[in-house]
């Protein structure tokens, strides 16, 4: 009798997810990889280490993991301080791989202190404005390699400062490689879905470069040196870099820098993953899978990376289910570089930061910027300022400022509904029957097709996750979902975002909802994201249980 959730359960669908995941995966790679001075090579390894060890040590079954672009960009200023301060690449290795050695130590322990529940108290603006800024990093960044020229220092900052050389520096080569990557990963969408588009433009615009242009127009992939070919060589040269006070501190700085930033990553992912597959992640071991893929990343010379939004819903839309699909991807990608390492290293670098810019562009959170007038003004203003220090200060410096905001903007709106002076005046005139024994009648008669999900207090940042497993319990086979709002006081952007998340969920079951008691604050809230009237009719919503039950009589449910 075959274990329907062991490893070789789904072998089919998981094959089919991982080869997809990893033909996907390796553009990415490479193009981060090529961000940093480690080199093309650095990214593959990454994505072949995570790829294997986090699948099967993961909490996420789905999840496809390597280089991501939060960590690249944290891993590329690391690399290029350590250079720096240490006078050469040479110099700055062993410091660079005991950061990425400790990295994965420190997400491993946060894993087994049982830390990995706290993600669900990461407010949504924070989020938005954090990988908002994420986006804006790389577009900006790839700048220089799109018109064929090499990345200033200094990041978004040396890139920004330094565009007034753009004109001297322009290739008109480089410019049409990148241009045409661009087009093709947008157009072939249009045309199939069948293909990835990502490896089609790598693959369709090097050809092109490769026979009919001239040699030496432009920048390729490999101008950091020649992409190696065989197994990676391992060095223990890292432990000279531990036991020296120096450089010590620094090393525990960065590593605590990425762990945080890697932990974010991965869980938030896995937070999508269960969306997708209505599955519950284990947050605890998915830090204790991520650390040890980083850790065997470290010790290989490879990026450390996280949990792939992109490349684990592609996986899960292929067919992949368990930990095998990921294995698949990293053992695919451990192939091509075994095999195609030196025909790799051909690829224009144009090629890469058109890549790169459409992921840039992809990272960028519409839906959050696009609500900016419709959300509270407090979160608005988180989400900006999260979004700037991002691409302007420091990645943690700019999740931790958010954090403490929030904080402050939630114990404000607490403060207000205690002393009754805020949120709860437009409910004073609502006529209940008894608080919640309205209901009782109608619950006798409403049988097993209507559901009535109760919500009390307000639906904000730190109910999300609770929310969610809630709606996922919901049975199947009901036909509407009657959400009890009279008691909601306040409502911040990810419980509109949970909400809406919800309802079209539910309606994608086709199951109807209603919403019984929605005043105040969070009507209004629903009104400008426009969950009410797009998602949900007005006619659906009622101020009093008697109403629901004259609709559902009107419907021969009662």
């Known amino acids: 009798m075959s274990d329907k959730n062991g490893f070789f359960s789904n072998v089919k669908g998981d094959f089919l997810g991982g080869i997809t995941a990893g033909i996907v995966a390796l553009p990415l790679a490479l193009a981060f990889g090529e961000q940093t001075e480690l080199g ?24 496809i993991s390597g280089p991501t672009a939060p960590m690249t960009v944290v891993a590329a200023v690391l690399i290029m301080e350590a250079i720096k301060e240490l006078g050469g690449l040479q110099q700055a290795m062993p410091v660079i791989v005991a950061s990425f050695i400790l990295t994965g130590i420190i997400q491993a322990a946060l894993g087994l202190l049982k830390l990995g529940k706290f993600i669900k108290y990461i407010p949504y603006p924070v989020v938005s404005g954090f990988m908002s800024g994420i986006g804006v990093i790389i577009i900006v960044t790839q700048i220089f390699p799109f018109i064929g020229a090499e990345s200033p220092a200094g990041g978004a900052l040396g890139t920004i400062s330094s565009i007034h050389r753009i004109p001297e520096l322009v290739n008109i080569y480089s410019v049409g490689i990148a241009v045409v990557t661009v087009v093709l990963i947008y157009a072939l969408p249009f045309i199939t879905k069948k293909v990835p588009a990502t490896l089609v433009a790598l693959l369709v615009v090097s050809l092109i470069a490769y026979y009919f242009l001239p040699e030496g127009t432009f920048l390729k992939i490999n101008s950091k040196g020649d992409l190696p070919t065989g197994l990676p060589v391992i060095s223990f040269d ?6 020296n ?11 605590f820098t990425l762990a945080a930033l890697g932990s974010i990553d991965s869980l938030l992912t896995s937070v999508v993953a269960d969306n997708v597959t209505k599955t519950k992640h284990d947050s605890n071991r998915e830090l204790i899978g991520q650390g040890m893929g980083n850790m065997v990343a470290g010790f290989i010379g490879g990026l450390p990376g996280a949990g792939a939004t992109m490349r684990t819903v592609i996986n899960i839309n292929s067919g992949g289910r368990g930990r ?7 053992l695919l990608l451990a192939g091509i570089l075994l095999g195609l ?5 051909h690829i224009p670098n144009a090629v890469l930061a058109g890549i790169l810019i459409t992921v840039g562009i992809g990272i960028i959170d519409y839906k959050g910027l696009r609500h900016l007038r419709s959300i509270p003004k407090a979160e608005a203003v988180i989400m900006i300022i999260v979004l ?3 691409v302007f200060v420091d990645l943690l410096v700019a999740v931790g400022a958010g954090m403490v ?3 402050f903007v939630f114990m404000k709106e607490t403060a207000d509904i205690v002393e009754g002076e805020s949120m709860l005046k437009p409910l004073k005139d609502f006529k209940r029957e008894g608080a919640w024994d309205d209901e009782k009648g109608l619950v006798e008669k409403l049988g097993d097709k209507v559901f009535i ?15 969610k497993n809630q709606i996922a319990s919901i049975p199947n086979d009901v036909s509407i979902v009657i959400f009890r709002m009279d008691r909601v006081s306040y409502v911040d952007q990810s419980g509109l975002y949970a909400m809406e998340e919800a309802v079209t969920d539910m309606l994608n079951r086709n199951v109807e909802v209603l919403f019984l008691g929605l005043n105040g604050q969070p009507k209004v809230m629903f009104e400008k994201i426009d969950i009410v009237p797009d998602l949900v009719d007005e006619n659906h919503i009622f101020t009093q249980s008697s109403e629901v039950e004259e609709y559902l009589h009107r419907l021969e449910l009662v």
């Open 341 to 345: 390492g030196q025909l790799v290293g």
């Open 40 to 63: 093309a090579v650095a990214g593959l390894y990454g994505a072949i280490a995570l790829g294997i060890v986090a699948a099967l040590f993961g909490g996420t079954k789905t999840q």
């Open 405 to 407: 905001l929030a904080a």
């Open 388 to 390: 700037l220090l991002t």
């Open 238 to 243: 890292f432990f000279n870099a531990l036991v």
């Open 324 to 330: 095998l699909s990921g294995v698949v991807a990293g």
């Open 453 to 467: 999900k109760h919500i009390e207090g307000p639906l904000f940042f730190g109910m999300v996750s609770g929310f």
């Open 245 to 255: 006070p120096k450089v010590l501190v620094r090393i525990f700085e960065y590593a």
